[in-house]
Each structure stands twice: as structure tokens, then as C-alpha cells.
């Protein structure tokens, strides 16, 4: 069974421009969490989905916004995007809401030049 | 809300030899799991072994086990017999138990741990 996939692996945008990251979940799981990792921040909780509604969301400024899709396809889209928004963005699944493990994806690493 | 604290950013270990990587954790609620996580370099998280807190018993999986004090709030993880492969970044993370559905985890910063043949 294929794992977590996210597209794409890297990506370079300047600063004010928006980007979209796409996280496809392991066949058969329903949710999705997505999280960033910097150095200085470590990891932090953006928002999770299941069945396309958004259950959760971290702290994070309204540029962060997500949807999930009929297929359990996920996307985060962050706008206006400033040099602190580089990081590594993490997506989980799971197969039911509450399971125990989450499976993580590779990751995106977005730099903002 | 809820934090995890990592005391530890490096760790290093002999190959073969025991290591522990501490963890703690401050929370009001009572039902709660907790977990560790290895992220190897440049390779993707995985989880190691996790702890139901309603559970008095100690998780053990294969090389890898915790010690979980509740009433401490500790959860540190004890890696016998290490391998080259367990060089990582680990991960203390907690997660609410259940009551809606919530997956969110709380990391903590990372241990980072170097095995050295």
C-alpha cells in the first residue's frame, strides 16, 4: 500500500506570492492533519480534516486555510506568503478520527526568498 | 493548553549501548496519549511506540520502551541494544484522548541522537 504522498517535495516562492501543497493520504483514510516544522518553532498543528470538514486548527494567521476533497485529498493554501513561512509542511493520515497512529508524509520544504 | 518539554536537543549513544530520552509534560486532563516519534534525516516520520495514560503498564516495543509517570508527568523512552539506524530526530508528542475526534499532537522540540560505532 503506497504511504503518504506530497507534491511537490520543494518548492521556491518570493515573498507576497501564494502557494498551494498538495497531500495525498494513504488509500482508504479519512484523516488528514497537516502540520509545519521550523527550527526555531519546531513542529506545530495547523488544521486537520476528516470526511472534508475541518475539525481543528492551530494558531495560525487566516493566510493558512485548507480543504479536503470527496477523495480524502488534501491541500493547504497559504497567501501573501513571508519569509517566515519557510518550512517543512508536514501532512499525516489516518484512517478513522481518533485512531491511534498517523501515517506523516515526506513533507514540502517551501523556501521564501 | 497543553506542552511538551524536551530537555535533551543531542543525545549521543554507543552502538550497542543504552540510551534514554527524556520527556515531559504538563496537562490538566486526565485521559490523554502519548508518543514518541524518529524522524530520521531527510526521511519521514514514523512512529516508535505509544502509551494509553489510562495504562499503569509500560509500552515496549521490541528495542524500544518508556517509562511513563503520570503523576510526574515524565514519559521518557529507553532504546537498548542501539543501532546505526536509530540516529534521528525524536519526538515527544502528546494527543488529547478522543472526545470529538482530534488528532491534533503537541511535539516537543526534538531530541537529536547521534549513534556512534
Known amino acids: 500500500k503506497a504511504g503518504v504522498t506530497q507534491t511537490p517535495r520543494y518548492l521556491i516562492k518570493t515573498r507576497g506570492q501564494q502557494v498551494t501543497l498538495s497531500c495525498s493520504p494513504i488509500?482508504?483514510?479519512?484523516?488528514v492533519s497537516w502540520y509545519q516544522q521550523t527550527p526555531g518553532q519546531g513542529l506545530q498543528f495547523l488544521f486537520e480534516?476528516?470526511?472534508?470538514?475541518?475539525?481543528n486548527k492551530g494558531n495560525f494567521p487566516g493566510r493558512f486555510s485548507g480543504r479536503q476533497f470527496s477523495n480524502s485529498r488534501s491541500e493547504m493554501n497559504v497567501s501573501t506568503l513571508e519569509l517566515g513561512d519557510s518550512a517543512l509542511y508536514l501532512c499525516?493520515?489516518?484512517?478513522?478520527?481518533?485512531?491511534?497512529?498517523?501515517?506523516f508524509g515526506p513533507g514540502t520544504r517551501l523556501t521564501v526568498t | 493548553a497543553q506542552t511538551v518539554t524536551q530537555s535533551q536537543p543531542e543525545m549521543s549513544v554507543q552502538e550497542a549501548e543504552t540510551v534514554t530520552l527524556s520527556c515531559t509534560y504538563d496537562?490538566?486532563?486526565?485521559?490523554?496519549?502519548l508518543f514518541w516519534y524518529k524522524q530520521p534525516p531527510s526521511r519521514q516520520m514514523i512512529l516508535v511506540i505509544r502509551?494509553?495514560?489510562?495504562?499503569?503498564q509500560n509500552a515496549t516495543e521490541n528495542r524500544f520502551s518508556v517509562n511513563f509517570q503520570k503523576a510526574a508527568k515524565s514519559f521518557s523512552l529507553k532504546i537498548s541494544d542501539s543501532q546505526l539506524g536509530d540516529a534521528a530526530m525524536y519526538f515527544c508528542?502528546?494527543?488529547?484522548?478522543?472526545?470529538?475526534?482530534?488528532?491534533?499532537?503537541?511535539f516537543g522540540k526534538g531530541t537529536k541522537l547521534t549513534v556512534n560505532p
Open positions: 488509500s482508504g483514510h479519512r484523516s
Open positions: 508528542a502528546y494527543r488529547s484522548a478522543p472526545q470529538g475526534g482530534s488528532e491534533k499532537l503537541v
Open positions: 496537562t490538566s486532563e486526565s485521559d490523554y496519549y
Open positions: 480534516y476528516f470526511s472534508e470538514t475541518q475539525r
Open positions: 499525516a493520515s489516518s484512517f478513522l478520527q481518533g485512531s491511534y497512529e498517523q501515517y
Open positions: 502509551q494509553e495514560a489510562y495504562k499503569q
